[in-house]
């Protein structure tokens, strides 16, 4: 284990942690699994032989990889059940489940480009220039990227008249 990337490691944790824990909550919806897909990526990160140049985009990545399995795991356990039905019921009468099926619905209907910078922008509070030097991208194309993606959603929520 490579001590530098150790030291690196905690020191972005702790600047970081509040917009991690934010960032993989609403890719995952379970303030759990947000908390378990953190510690993959802390796990999986310290585990790596070599060099880190951007470790917080690295990180950002392993996390956002690390929630896209958590959430296709937990699709995979839920497919039958009526108990499992019974409890998203439940669960669908709470603000934050509404609030995260609405945008996450949203987001699926844009390029995963797009919407990823839309959900670094808001989920983890980064800056364009931050989303920029993470993504290893120009600025001007993480503006367009916001731009063209928060154009597509705010279209998808205007009410077509024919």
């Not at 990545?61 to 995979?76: E, G, N, W």
């Amino acid at each position: 284990m490579n001590s530098d990337l150790q030291q690196r490691l905690v020191q972005l944790l702790e600047s970081e942690r509040k917009q991690l824990l934010q960032y993989a909550c609403y890719r995952t919806g379970v303030m759990q699994d947000a908390e378990d897909a953190v510690q993959d990526a802390v796990t999986k990160i310290l585990h790596l032989e070599g060099p880190i140049a951007n470790l917080r985009g690295y990180f950002y990545q392993t996390v956002a990889h690390a929630c896209i399995d958590i959430v296709r795991q937990r699709q995979r356990q839920q497919t039958e059940g009526i108990e499992i039905m019974q409890l998203w019921h439940r669960e669908q009468h709470d603000e934050f489940s509404q609030e995260f099926r609405r945008i996450n619905e949203m987001l699926s209907q844009i390029p995963e480009e797009q919407s990823e910078v839309i959900r670094l922008r808001f989920y983890a509070d980064k800056s364009f220039a931050d989303i920029a030097e993470m993504l290893d991208l120009p600025l001007a194309t993480v503006k367009s990227r916001f731009l063209y993606g928060m154009s597509k959603m705010k279209k998808s929520l205007t009410p077509k008249i024919n």
